[in-house]
């Protein structure tokens, strides 16, 4: 009963959020005049910033541990289990338009930041409280943040990381939790950049590698792809299930897209933050370029590694979603895809784990405004517990929770992004006249 009335809550909000996200997208993609579609400036924009702890692309790669995670893996695969291959298109799409809001968010939280020690701090909460001049929204923003990310992110990464090592070496979960709760503790101790020198060498390296590993699998199955292009275009506009049907592969699709990209939450704001840059708009265009590499290389990679293995055979059962995942790897390579699957989830998982704690603490040092050590160690020790925990939670409901908690996250950021209109827009004018675009 608890489940069911905790599913109910999270699709009325998710009325609410796609309503926000896609009017949201649909209104600043043509009030920036595609702002998104500026790939030469996104490239160039990763130019290292001189006398900085955090640089530019170190930023990216900090943002890009918290979108590249489990919902680049599990998360598609449950996306197709769910919704179908259709629910790929909507994700394509999802990405495309709400990558203005990414550019939004991001921009604005560049805009306001404020320095942390040796980096600098911001996202949402500084953005409603120095831009909207409302700290109480700015307040429940924070707090709803750590919620969702220490409780609800993390959590999933955990368990994601368990089921597939006990799954592949039959090792007790709670002791695989403690494990990966420690080394996480250890990461978490060195504060901001420590973990922004961490996800940059971590991110490249699990990127690169999935992508070669994915292409090779691609390749052996290149005579399925363009049915499979065709499939999923047309299961998303399925007229046999035209109705409730098509509208529930949308929202699954927008579900899951704006769970691996963080599009419109505001979360990413965060990691751009981290760093300075002459321009606020020059995050912005870091940040967009993040959510292009998470949807249509990642995120795509891993549905046509699934769409091109025998997945509709594959029992349905309470499922995490990386199983499928898995069952497709193992279909394509064999005893190899286990291996391959176990490194790809603890890196992807593991980087989202570290960065989805700063975005806590960040949330944190804003309630407090200047907490004490006794405050940021008690959130690493909750941090460490909850890793724990994780690791034999009930996977649907760790799903669950996290999608009602990304929904409210969803409408209290697009909320004030809209209400930040005229000022993004000046700040947009400003640097295209700047660099003559």
């Known amino acids: ?12 909000l998710w009325s609410i959020a796609i309503v926000f996200l896609i009017g949201g997208s649909i209104y600043f993609t043509w009030s920036l005049s595609g702002v998104q579609f500026h790939f030469k400036k996104m490239i160039l924009s990763l130019k290292k910033t001189k006398n900085v702890e955090v640089t530019p692309f170190e930023s990216l790669t900090m943002a890009l541990a918290a979108r590249v995670g489990v919902g680049s893996l599990a998360g598609i695969a449950l996306a197709i289990h769910l919704g179908g291959p259709g629910s790929i298109f909507w994700i394509w799409i999802t990405g495309i338009l709400t990558a203005a809001n990414t550019f939004v968010e991001s921009t604005l939280s560049a805009k306001y930041q404020e320095k942390d020690d ?15 001049n409302k700290k109480n929204l700015a307040k429940l923003y924070a707090f709803v943040l750590i919620i969702a990310y220490i409780f609800g992110f993390i959590t999933i990464q955990s368990n994601t990381i368990v089921k597939s090592i006990e799954e592949y070496i039959h090792f007790p979960s709670i002791f695989i939790g403690i494990f990966l709760s420690l080394l ?11 973990i922004a020198h961490i996800t940059g060498k971590l991110v490249p390296i699990m990127g690169i590698g999935y992508f070669l590993l994915c292409m090779i699998i691609i390749i052996k199955n290149m005579n399925q792809i363009p049915s499979i292009i065709v499939k999923i275009i047309t299961s998303a506009f399925d007229i046999k299930s035209f109705g409730i049907g098509v509208l529930s592969t949308f929202i699954i699709g927008i579900q899951r897209g704006v769970f691996s990209t963080e599009a419109g939450l505001g979360s990413g704001a965060i990691a751009s933050s981290t760093t ?46 990386i199983e499928l995942t898995k069952h497709a790897l193992t279909y394509h390579l064999g005893s190899l895809g286990n291996i391959v699957l176990l490194f790809s989830i603890l890196t992807f998982a593991y980087s989202t784990i570290i ?71 000046k700040e947009w004018e400003h640097y295209r006249r700047k660099e003559k675009i």
């Open 1 to 12: 009963m608890g489940e069911f009335m905790l599913k109910i809550g999270t699709d009325f």
């Open 118 to 132: 040796q980096a600098y701090k911001g996202g949402p909460s500084y953005y409603m409280d120095k831009g909207l």
């Open 184 to 194: 996480t503790g250890y990461i978490i101790i060195k504060g901001v950049t420590r």
């Open 276 to 321: 300075k840059t002459e321009e606020a708009s020059t995050s912005g265009l870091i940040q967009v370029l993040g959510i292009y590499l998470t949807v249509f290389v990642i995120c795509t990679l891993t549905a046509f590694v699934i769409l091109t293995s025998n997945y509709e055979l594959y029992p349905w059962t309470n499922m995490n979603g």
């Open 355 to 425: 960065s989805g704690y700063y975005y806590g603490e960040s949330s944190l040092k804003y309630l407090l405004k200047n907490p004490s050590n006794n405050a940021i160690w008690l959130l690493k020790g909750l941090t460490l517990l909850l890793i724990i925990f994780g690791s034999f939670a009930s996977p649907t409901f760790l799903w669950d929770s996290v999608d009602m908690f990304v929904a409210i996250l969803a409408i209290l950021n697009m909320y004030s992004l809209f209400s930040l209109r005229k000022i993004i827009k």
